[in-house]
């Protein structure tokens, strides 16, 4: 089915989209907030620029944008996938606890803030360019990559990366020399087994963006993770 977004508000456009059978295809969005909130039966197809918190408490659905999006996405999402094809605003994946988000291009400040997990729920957050300041600030959970394929001078990441992390691990493809780390964080280069975890998403990452995996895999990165006496650890997660 496909929805003219033109002229609709945010919540006539979602209660289309909520009565719509099967799969859907969104054209001329243009700023509709909430976007596909909650929803976990469908596949949407966003052509425009969908509004702040596009697949907020998403519960198993996929939502595939053709070109950017603004903040907030995937607001405290539960399962499913989201695949923006450009850039991406501020505090994309906030307080995330299941799924998978990917981005082509790159995200803004607080990337991944209160990216969180539960048994089963393993939530994933792959940027394939560079991420702003506060890059999984108070990250307690899940998996943050970030690819760096941007031809710019900017440091794959802004400042203050992983600032009150306390779970979790970060990926960064950099050798990370002029990036300053909180004292809690401990950074190491991934090891073989380390690179075998995250290979899976960078496949499917290459698969939606058209990227070699072999070249993503022979990279170096960086991981990021909370030492295991820091205070957060201590307070946030079971022993």
Avoid: W
């Amino acid at each position: 089915m496909n929805i003219n977004a033109t002229g609709l508000d945010f919540m006539d456009l979602n209660e289309a989209l909520r009565q719509s059978r099967g799969n859907c295809t969104i054209t001329n969005c243009l700023g509709q907030r909430f976007l596909a909130a909650g929803i976990s039966d469908k596949t949407v197809t966003v052509s425009g620029i969908p509004g702040n918190a596009m697949g907020a408490y998403l519960n198993g659905a996929k939502i595939e944008v053709m070109g950017n999006a603004q903040d907030a996405v995937g607001d405290t999402m539960n399962d499913g996938t989201i695949i923006i094809h450009g850039n991406v605003g501020d505090a994309v994946g906030y307080a995330m606890r299941g799924g998978h988000i990917y981005v082509k291009g790159n995200a803004g400040y607080r990337a991944g803030i209160h990216m969180k997990a539960y048994k089963e729920k393993q939530p994933a957050l792959v940027i394939g360019g560079k991420a702003g300041s506060f890059l999984g600030e108070y990250q307690a959970g899940g998996t943050i990559i970030v690819l760096g394929l941007v031809d710019n001078d900017r440091p794959i990441v802004g400042n203050f990366p992983s600032t009150g992390m306390h779970g979790g691990k970060m990926f960064l493809r950099s050798d990370c020399k002029d990036i300053k780390f909180p004292g809690q964080v401990h950074t190491h280069r991934a090891d073989k087994k380390e690179l075998a975890e995250i290979e899976h998403y960078l496949r499917h990452f290459c698969t939606y963006f058209d990227c070699d995996l072999d070249e993503l895999m022979r990279s170096p990165f960086t991981v990021a993770m909370p030492d295991s006496n820091n205070p957060y650890r201590q307070m946030y997660v079971p022993n």
